[in-house]
């Protein structure tokens, strides 16, 4: 049970629920007693409590009174995993520019039942300890940070980010990093340093809309991957494909895929790395998620398993603590020259007191801090998202099992039209993300993604059920 980031009973939390996966504790089985387990393993009876009790939030286990707790029975037997998606033959022109900004104009409205955008509730990343050091650096050095900084960045924040990027193996200098507006401009330069207008990129299916967007606006075209709901993109299909047409780049997420979730082991990302490295097309990989993971140990991006020689790492601060501050930033390897050059072209550089303000956050340690809540936080919301799910959808809904991140996949009968199902919500005060957008042919119509960004509310629980009902009534008509 050493794991030194980790409170206890979080320890003792993770090792129940990974006996539970093993099957060394049963649906339905009783867990040793409360007293049995402090001796056990020399804790006291509040920690040993704890643990059970959040177990018991995220619907691992339940409590019966005067009898102890068992292994949730239901939550073994839950909704089945949403259909792997097949490849396609034909790249994609990609028209989405209209939906996403369809979508984002009602996820945007607040009083609606926040299930449409994935952007976490203010409220909940309780960033107040940022926003203070913003603010005293903007009243200390307003006048020296008001001015245009190096195209790189503020060298501070840059420093701080190599020294995260030690944790998972890999070595970066401060000079081998550019600060950008978020994570949608560092993919923005990494697609246009690789490729040019009427190329064709390999990317997974589903995908996050913003990247879609962004192939849009660049006249990129997109061949759109076999992916798995757990373990990511099909490496023998990406493989066939370079085997048999001209792509520039491959675009995929590092860990925790939006909206499917799903992580690629580690050694089918060593694998593609290969295949990449053999066709000699790089890869572009989207680590916003990669922070927010439920597991002992943070997912690996494909950056430290090569070093950087293929690779273009983009990744941000708006999933996790401050999407105003808009601070993401990008990697570039051997193509940095080329990132600089459309980063001068394209916005010069970026706001300086953020910067300052996030170099100064990270060295305080407080953000490790903010990260072990708000990974318990976004795991018990989808916990009980998926609860709700499983509580008011048709019987035959299928959703995925996210081990980070906030957002959850559902794939609904192929009666049910996620469109009209999306206008019907609106006239409930609910919204949230309708499958189509997530794909460059515009598949994916009976399926859709939640956002469990937000604080767990009876609003939000209600919402929920609401949509299961509606969701009912198309099926059965």
């Given at each position: 049970m050493d794991h030194p980031t980790a409170h206890r009973y979080e320890q003792l939390a993770d090792l129940i629920t990974g006996m539970i996966e093993k099957g060394t504790l049963a649906p339905g089985e009783r867990l040793p007693s409360l007293r049995a387990v402090c001796e056990q393993h020399r804790i006291s009876l509040s920690t040993a409590l704890q643990a059970y009790r959040l177990l018991e939030q995220r619907g691992v286990l339940i409590a019966r009174p005067q009898s102890g707790f068992y292994v949730n029975a239901?939550?073994?037997?839950?909704?089945?995993?949403?259909?792997?998606?097949?490849?396609?033959?034909?790249?994609?022109?990609?028209?989405?520019?209209?939906?996403?900004?369809?979508?984002?104009?009602?996820?945007?409205?607040?009083?609606?039942?926040?299930?449409g955008c994935a952007v976490p509730d203010a409220a909940l990343l309780q960033a107040a300890k940022l926003d203070r050091t913003l603010s005293r650096l903007a009243r200390t050095q307003g006048g020296d940070a008001n001015i245009y900084s190096a195209p790189r960045g503020e060298r501070s924040l840059r420093q701080a980010l190599a020294q995260r990027a030690m944790r998972v193996g890999h070595a970066l200098s401060a000079d081998d990093i550019l600060i950008t507006c978020g994570c949608t401009e560092a993919l923005a330069l990494a697609l246009s340093a690789v490729a040019q207008r009427g190329d064709a990129v390999a990317i997974e299916s589903p995908?996050?809309?913003?990247?879609?967007?962004?192939?849009?606006?660049l006249g990129l075209k997109a061949f759109e991957m076999p992916t798995s709901p757990t373990a990511g993109i099909d490496v023998a299909a990406l493989s066939r494909l370079l085997d048999a047409e001209t792509i520039s780049a491959c675009?995929?997420?590092?860990?925790?895929?939006?909206?499917?979730?799903?992580?690629?082991?580690?050694?089918?990302?060593?694998?593609?790395?290969?295949?990449?490295?053999?066709?000699?097309?790089?890869?572009?990989?989207?680590?916003?998620y990669g922070e927010l993971h439920f597991g002992r140990e943070r997912p690996r991006p494909f950056i430290a398993l090569d070093g950087g020689a293929n690779t273009l790492y983009c990744s941000s601060f708006s999933k996790s603590i401050a999407p105003g501050y808009r601070v993401g930033w990008i990697a570039g390897g051997r193509h940095m020259a080329r990132v600089i050059e459309r980063k001068l072209a394209f916005s010069l550089c970026g706001a300086v007191l953020p910067q300052r303000a996030l170099a100064e956050f990270l060295a305080t340690g407080a953000y490790d801090t903010h990260l072990r809540r708000v990974r318990r936080i976004f795991q018990d919301n989808l916990a009980r998202m998926t609860r709700a799910v499983e509580a008011s959808f048709p019987v035959d809904t299928k959703a995925s099992r996210p081990e980070g991140g906030f957002v959850l996949w559902l794939e609904l009968s192929r009666k049910i039209d996620t469109r009209a199902l999306f206008d019907a919500a609106l006239e409930h005060g609910i919204c949230f993300a309708p499958g189509d957008v997530f794909s460059?042919?515009?598949?994916?119509?009976?399926?859709?993604?939640?956002?469990?960004?937000?604080?767990?509310?009876?609003?939000?629980?209600?919402?929920?059920?609401?949509?299961?009902?509606?969701?009912?009534?198309?099926?059965?008509?």
């Open positions: 239901a939550h073994a037997t839950s909704f089945a995993l949403p259909s792997a998606s097949r490849g396609r033959s034909k790249p994609s022109t990609v028209s989405i520019g209209g939906a996403v900004a369809h979508l984002l104009e009602y996820a945007s409205n607040t009083s609606l039942v926040p299930l995908t996050y809309f913003g990247l879609l967007h962004t192939l849009e606006a675009v995929l997420s590092s860990s925790f895929n939006n909206p499917l979730g799903s992580t690629m082991p580690e050694a089918n990302k060593r694998a593609l790395l290969d295949v990449l490295q053999a066709h000699d097309v790089p890869l572009i990989e989207d680590d916003t460059a042919s515009r598949r994916f119509r009976h399926c859709l993604r939640l956002s469990a960004g937000y604080s767990w509310t009876p609003q939000i629980e209600s919402g929920v059920h609401t949509l299961g009902r509606l969701a009912r009534e198309m099926s059965s008509d």
